[in-house]
């Protein structure tokens, strides 16, 4: 139905940036008009949420760890959403996971792209 695709993960040094992109495809209808996040898994913990983006872009939330150094935007018009990541710490790493809303919940998900950073 609908499939999401993650890309630009990779190893970094600390104080580096990624800029990770994720592209929707299939009925891309069912998510059309929502929210979209990003979550991520460090190693040996539970997936927790980064960032989200409203439809128009005009509303977005961070959670506190990344506030200030994360930055979450879309492209409607290529079904693509972005998580520009600077200043990165090795407490980033994890699975970076795209994700869309339907019926108010994240109901779709992508396969994650791993972002290691070395300290």
């Known amino acids: 139905q609908v499939r999401l695709v993650e890309s630009g993960g990779g190893l970094v040094q600390a104080g580096g940036s990624l800029r990770l992109s994720c592209v929707v495809s299939?009925?891309?209808?069912?998510?059309?008009?929502?929210?979209m996040g990003w979550f991520r898994q460090p190693p040996g913990k539970e997936r927790e949420f980064v960032a989200r983006i409203t439809w128009s872009g005009g509303s977005t939330e961070y959670a506190n760890s990344v506030k200030g150094r994360f930055t979450i935007s879309r492209d409607n018009t290529k079904n693509m959403v972005y998580l520009q990541m600077n200043s990165l710490k090795p407490e980033d790493t994890a699975v970076y996971y795209c994700?869309?809303?339907?019926?108010?919940?994240?109901?779709?998900w992508g396969q994650g792209t791993q972002v290691t950073v070395s300290s």
């Open positions: 994700a869309a809303v339907r019926s108010g919940n994240y109901r779709y």
């Open positions: 299939g009925v891309t209808s069912l998510v059309s008009g929502n929210t």
